[in-house]
């Protein structure tokens, strides 16, 4: 789900009725607990990790696994040193869920469901999906 569903009534409940979920958390704090955690390598681009996490509010700690990706990478040399110092910015992402499963095909699963948001996204913004050029259903549909 997307993370305008990462509420406690929500989660909570999903969880009342029996059912599994997997959303998105919103990265407002977040992201600074997640630079502080022991990440797992997946491959050269892809780390993760998993933990409890209690939001503000919530009355109980939820399963959480982040993800970060490589955004940018590069060497730094200050000042003509010999000290060449390697530079690495992440993108952070986290999901909650009750799901029991490896962390990859958490992260798999969310992904298949994440491409199809990325089109309606691209057609929203991109090709003005959402708007019409002028109040006649037969002219826009000729344009």
Same mark, same amino acid.
């Given at each position: 789900?997307?993370?305008?569903?990462?509420?406690? +009534? =929500? =989660?909570?409940?999903?969880? $009342?009725?029996?059912?599994?979920?997997?959303?998105?958390?919103?990265?407002?704090?977040?992201? #600074?607990?997640?630079?502080?955690?022991?990440?797992? &390598?997946?491959?050269?681009?892809?780390?993760?990790?998993?933990? !409890?996490?209690?939001?503000?509010?919530? $009355?109980?700690? @939820?399963?959480?696994?982040?993800?970060? @990706?490589? +955004? @940018?990478?590069?060497?730094?040399?200050?000042?003509?040193?010999? /000290? =060449?110092?390697?530079?690495?910015?992440? !993108?952070?992402?986290?999901?909650?869920?009750?799901? /029991?499963?490896?962390?990859?095909?958490?992260? @798999?699963?969310?992904? #298949?469901?994440? /491409?199809? /948001?990325?089109?309606?996204?691209?057609? +929203? *913004?991109?090709? *003005?999906?959402?708007?019409?050029?002028?109040?006649?259903?037969? &002219?826009?549909?000729?344009?």
């Amino acid at each position: 789900m997307d993370c305008g569903y990462f509420s406690n +009534k =929500i =989660i909570s409940t999903i969880e $009342d009725k029996g059912y599994n979920y997997l959303v998105k958390v919103k990265l407002k704090d977040t992201t #600074k607990i997640l630079k502080t955690l022991e990440w797992n &390598t997946y491959n050269k681009n892809l780390s993760f990790c998993e933990f !409890e996490y209690k939001c503000n509010k919530w $009355d109980k700690p @939820r399963k959480m696994i982040g993800f970060r @990706r490589i +955004k @940018r990478e590069e060497e730094i040399n200050f000042f003509n040193s010999n /000290e =060449i110092i390697k530079y690495v910015e992440y !993108e952070y992402c986290a999901l909650c869920t009750s799901l /029991e499963d490896k962390v990859i095909n958490i992260y @798999r699963l969310y992904n #298949k469901r994440g /491409e199809c /948001e990325n089109w309606i996204e691209n057609l +929203k *913004h991109q090709f *003005h999906g959402c708007h019409t050029i002028t109040n006649n259903f037969w &002219t826009n549909d000729i344009i």
